[in-house]
């Protein structure tokens, strides 16, 4: 799946499967430390919903807000978008459930990039003007959005023991069907870090709260 420079809202899958995906990474690389940490970096879900920060040029928010509605802002370096000569206002046509105070104060901070919004089984974004060369979308949901690098990058740390191969562990994700028991027969990482099994089954825990209606 191919996500245009700049994005398009056709572009992302639904955003049930977005969501399963990055949920997946986010409780594979749960830790009791990154629990704790201040300014955790890599993937992980909170209450706010999910997030990915790399520590540098890439920072995302993933937000489930009842009813099939999700939200999804960040920013990418590649981002143009508040650079543009004309400013871009990424809020117009936005609906009114969005969470605007969160969402202007990054835009004060010069802290956003681009933002889209999901309801009705379909995303949405603002208008782009024809010359904007990029949003960061690209940059910052490939990772998630491309099934196939997703399987190879993203969960290189699933070995190939007697545990759930990456496949069927993407698939039980995208079913919904990630167990303490599935998560429990994971074998070793293939760098050879222990699995924190505690802080993943939190994390699990969350992902299940996170998507109640």
Not at 106 to 124: D, F
Not at 132 to 158: A, I, N, P
Request: overall charge negative; hydrophobic content about 35%; aromatic content about 8%.
């Amino acid at each position: 799946m191919t996500i245009h420079r700049p994005g398009l809202p056709g572009d992302l899958p639904p955003a049930d499967v977005l969501w399963a995906r990055w949920a997946l990474v986010a409780v594979l690389e749960a830790t009791s430390a990154k629990e704790t940490d201040r300014y955790p970096s890599g993937a992980w879900i909170d209450d706010e919903g999910l997030h990915l920060d790399d520590g540098g040029c890439t920072w995302w928010t993933f937000s489930p807000l009842g009813g099939g509605r999700y939200v999804l802002y960040g920013e990418d370096e590649s981002s143009g978008v508040k650079w543009h000569d004309t400013p871009i206002d990424m809020l117009a046509g936005g609906p009114d459930w969005l969470p605007y105070e969160e969402l202007r104060d990054r835009l004060k901070g010069n802290e956003l990039g681009c933002v889209y919004w999901y309801e009705n089984a379909a995303w949405a974004r603002a208008p782009y003007p024809d010359d904007l060369d990029d949003d960061g979308l690209d940059c910052g949901m490939s990772r998630f959005v491309e099934r196939d690098g997703l399987l190879l990058l993203r969960l290189d740390s699933v070995g190939k023991g007697d545990g759930p191969t990456r496949a069927e562990l993407l698939d039980a994700a995208e079913a919904g069907a990630v167990t303490p028991d599935l998560l429990e027969r994971l074998g070793p990482r293939t760098d050879g870090e222990p699995r924190d099994l505690p802080a993943m089954l939190r994390a699990c825990s969350m992902v299940e709260k996170c998507t109640l209606p």
